[in-house]
């Protein structure tokens, strides 16, 4: 069903569900190319990858909320490539415009080996640990950030107030291709880690009894989700609700086995941003901020599944 779902999403974004391309016109052609797939692809790789982040995260923290901006991550790519624009790279051409991509890729790495290792200093628990410093680096980034605004010029101050309220118009065909290898990879093997991820339901403890390395496991699925992430906000800026919503509302609906959750979020997540790109078609073009659908759209389902949750 998922998978239906997903292709009629796809086939309606791309707009061949609603109106034929005649792709024997060359204006149609630099549409499609130019437009709408780069458009349908950054959507596809950005939910999934949001989505099987924040799955991945909900367990190994053991807390059904758990998202990237929880734990600083995206606040770690943000200021990275809120640093790039305020320096004026917004306005370079050619190759050198995909720094962008870089910095905030390069962000969310750094932040991520700093929560891991302040974590580690706070000699807690991996869950609380974690978030404890996540919520630091979180509110370290979102500080400087604030500065950044207070120092920046008009232009940049516009540049870095879209690319945070997030853009799936931002990346081409290029950096999809360049991406699209590594975020199957990346989502792969996660999935392969489905009933690992099962066992760490039962605590650590239970897990090792069953095998698991837990020392070695918990550091390397914190850092795919961290990729993920990264990967993501490099693609189309932060965007927000899609990683929170998607695994909670799976989880509600059909249980907490990982070896199905995972590929489920994966789809759900690139289904609920393909929706934002249909949706957002009719404003006659106008790039609305993909924050701004995410949270209209996922906050009263959210509502709705905490409300449904708390009755049970």
């Known amino acids: 069903m998922l998978v239906a779902l997903l292709l009629v999403m796809i086939a309606l974004s791309v707009g061949i569900a609603v109106k034929g ?20 692809g950054s959507a596809i790789l950005v939910g999934a990858s949001l989505a099987v982040s924040s799955a991945l995260l909900q367990v190994m923290l053991r807390n059904p909320l758990a998202d990237p901006g929880l734990i600083g991550i995206t606040s770690g790519a ?13 306005s370079l051409a050619g190759f050198a415009s995909y720094g962008l991509p870089l910095f905030s890729f390069l962000g969310a790495l750094l932040s991520t080996f700093l929560i891991h290792a302040i ?57 999809i291709s360049l991406t699209l290898l590594p975020v199957c990879g ?13 066992w760490l339901y039962f605590g650590g403890q239970a897990a090792q009894v069953a095998g698991l390395d837990v020392k070695a496991f918990y550091p390397r699925m914190l850092l795919i989700s ?11 800026g932060s965007i927000a609700f899609i990683g929170l919503l998607v695994p909670h509302l799976l989880r509600n609906l059909f249980g907490h086995d ?4 995972l590929p489920a979020s994966a789809m759900t997540g690139a289904i609920l941003l393909l929706m934002v790109v249909w949706v957002s078609g009719a404003f006659g073009g106008v790039a609305v901020p993909v924050s701004m659908l995410t949270a209209t759209l996922g906050g009263p389902v959210f509502l709705y599944s905490v409300i449904r949750l708390a009755k049970n």
């Open 21 to 40: 391309l005649q792709l024997d016109a060359q204006i149609d052609q630099q549409i499609l190319w130019q437009l709408r797939l780069p458009l349908v």
């Open 119 to 175: 974590a580690r200093r706070l000699g807690l628990d991996s869950g609380a640990g974690v978030i404890l410093a996540g919520i630091a680096i979180s509110t370290l980034g979102g500080g400087v950030i604030a500065w950044l605004y207070f120092l920046a010029d008009a232009q940049s101050l516009r540049n870095l107030t879209f690319w945070l309220l997030g853009s799936l118009h931002q990346a081409d065909l290029l950096l």
């Open 78 to 90: 943000s200021l990275f490539a809120a640093i790039y624009l305020l320096l004026g790279g917004a």
């Open 258 to 261: 990982n070896r199905f959750i």
């Open 186 to 198: 990346l989502i792969g093997y996660a999935m392969m880690q489905g009933q690992a991820l099962n």
């Open 226 to 236: 961290a990729l993920l992430v990264g990967i993501a906000v490099s693609l189309a």
